[in-house]
């Protein structure tokens, strides 16, 4: 499983950012849920948004509701974080994350309940 992260940059705030991550290997479960993480400097890892296979179910952190929407192609085998209306709180490196299982409607938002992560991508908002 391999997964790679991409779009991130440097946005005003109130900007828009559009990330996305190639997924490759055997991923293909229709029990997989792929997810969004970032780190601050000196922060720890959080949960951003996660979307399972079919993409029926999408959650999202607090923090992020209502301005960031996550979405998958399954035929282009990407996952997408749209960002809008940025604010510099958001300034963080983003990581795409997934599990090949998941168990009824249970929400996956913990780091270390995804086994496979992509490279970060830099997101830089300024005020």
């Known amino acids: 499983v391999q997964l790679q992260a991409s779009g991130g940059g440097l946005v005003q705030a109130g900007g828009s950012l559009s990330l996305s991550c190639a997924a490759s290997?055997?991923?293909?479960?229709?029990?997989?849920?792929m997810a969004w993480f970032r780190q601050a400097p000196g922060k720890e890892r959080e949960f951003v948004a996660a979307?399972?296979?079919?993409?029926?179910?999408?959650y999202y952190a607090e923090s992020v509701k209502g301005r960031f929407t996550i979405s998958r192609d399954n035929a282009k085998n990407l996952v997408h974080l749209q960002m809008n209306n940025l604010k510099p709180e958001d300034t963080a490196v983003y990581y795409c994350?997934?599990?090949?299982?998941?168990?009824?409607?249970?929400?996956?938002?913990?780091?270390?309940?995804?086994?496979?992560w992509g490279q970060g991508t830099q997101v830089t908002v300024s005020s």
């Open positions: 994350a997934t599990r090949l299982q998941s168990y009824g409607n249970r929400r996956y938002m913990e780091d270390y309940e995804y086994a496979y």
């Open positions: 290997g055997v991923i293909f479960f229709s029990s997989a849920v």
């Open positions: 979307i399972n296979w079919s993409g029926t179910s999408t």
